[in-house]
């Protein structure tokens, strides 16, 4: 493990990109500080450079040397990091996160992640990273090295870690006064954070591309059509189950969790679309009904940008 954690070292202080894991999903890291290294990330990712880059951090005090931080945001990082949580910060004058990160904005997201490896990286280096999900723009986010494309794999060094413990990306929240604003809805869901700070107004912010530049309307799409909340699955398609119901493929099914956990059916979500759309034979892709509570939001939110049709 050393070995690797010091060529992932080497690469990002050379200003290189390594693909590592976090509990969430696989991410694009560079050196947050190095313009060459950003660049390098949005010409990969083919993103556009308005949509603002996350930069992980090792521990908050790295964090609170860079941004200005409230009461409440304090709260939220005391009890979200390090996890699954993005929270947007004000830049302090002195922060060394460079411009590029975020198109110029006075605003960065910033994350702790909960994996042992990529705390491990962000200690070997004396840098934050940036790092989006390791997918081409708009593309389903990768959960297992097997997901990630071929243009990614050759230009990175890949580090594996098995499958991400969440697989959903990290929930993006911003405060505003006294309140918690949700910019994308994520591996925390509302309950969660409602549960933890209780007697806060917590608003889903509308999300468009002008809060949170990656609600894109088209994301984390499969190659193959999707429809979602289906019945009845027609005959090319593959079917993502959940639950139980009499729902049939010809050719291929997955079930997110028979048992009906969204938990369970969040991890195995980014995989299992994976899989359906990588099946030669399918043409399109049906999606079970997901109830829309805890996670199932997230779920939902994804799959509803997923089938986006201009
Ligand atoms: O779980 C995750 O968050 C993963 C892992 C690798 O950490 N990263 C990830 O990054 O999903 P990315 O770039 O694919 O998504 C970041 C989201 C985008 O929707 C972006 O618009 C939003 O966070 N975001 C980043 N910086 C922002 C900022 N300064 N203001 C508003 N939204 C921001
Ligand atoms: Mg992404």
Same mark, same amino acid.
Request: charged share 25%; aromatic share 2%.
């Given at each position: 493990m050393q070995k690797i954690i010091n060529l992932a070292k080497k690469r990002l202080e050379d200003g290189n990109l390594v693909i590592f894991p976090t509990e969430t999903v696989y991410g694009l890291g560079g050196d947050a500080t190095n313009l060459r290294a950003i660049k390098k990330i949005y010409n990969l990712k083919k993103r556009? +450079?308005?949509n603002p880059l996350i930069c992980h951090f090792k521990n908050i005090k790295e964090i609170k040397e860079n941004f200005e931080i409230n009461s409440l945001d304090n709260e939220i990082i005391k009890k979200f990091c390090p996890g699954p949580l993005t929270i947007i910060l004000k830049k302090r !004058?002195?922060? #060394?996160? &460079? *411009? @590029?990160v975020s198109n110029n904005l006075n605003y960065i997201g910033c994350r702790i992640p909960k994996n042992k490896i990529a705390i491990n990286i962000l200690k070997s280096v004396n840098f934050p990273i940036a790092a989006p999900s390791a997918n081409i723009s708009t593309k389903i986010s990768p959960t297992q090295t097997n997901h990630i494309s071929k243009k990614l794999k050759d230009n990175t060094l890949i580090i594996n870690g098995g499958k @991400?413990? +969440?697989?959903l990306e990290s929930t993006v929240v911003k405060t505003s006064k006294n309140k918690i604003l949700i910019l994308r809805l994520g591996s925390i869901s509302i309950e969660e954070i409602r549960r933890k700070i209780p007697n806060k107004d917590i608003e889903i912010k509308n999300? =468009? /591309? !002008?809060? @949170?530049?990656? =609600? /894109? #309307?088209? &994301?984390? *799409?499969? =190659?193959l059509p999707i429809r979602i909340n289906v019945t009845k699955v027609l005959k090319n398609e593959g079917l993502l189950n959940f639950g139980k119901n009499n729902m049939k493929s010809n050719i291929c099914e997955y079930n997110l969790s028979s048992k009906g956990s969204l938990k369970e059916a969040s991890k195995n979500f980014f995989n299992f679309l994976y899989l359906i759309d990588n =099946?030669? +034979?399918? #043409?399109g892709i049906a999606v079970a009904p997901i109830p829309s509570q805890d996670l199932g939001k997230t779920i939902n939110d994804r799959l509803k940008r997923a089938s986006y049709k201009k």
């Open positions: 556009p +450079l308005e !004058k002195k922060c #060394k996160i &460079h *411009a @590029s @991400s413990l +969440l697989g999300l =468009n /591309q !002008k809060v @949170s530049p990656g =609600n /894109q #309307k088209k &994301h984390y *799409a499969p =190659n =099946n030669k +034979l399918c #043409k």
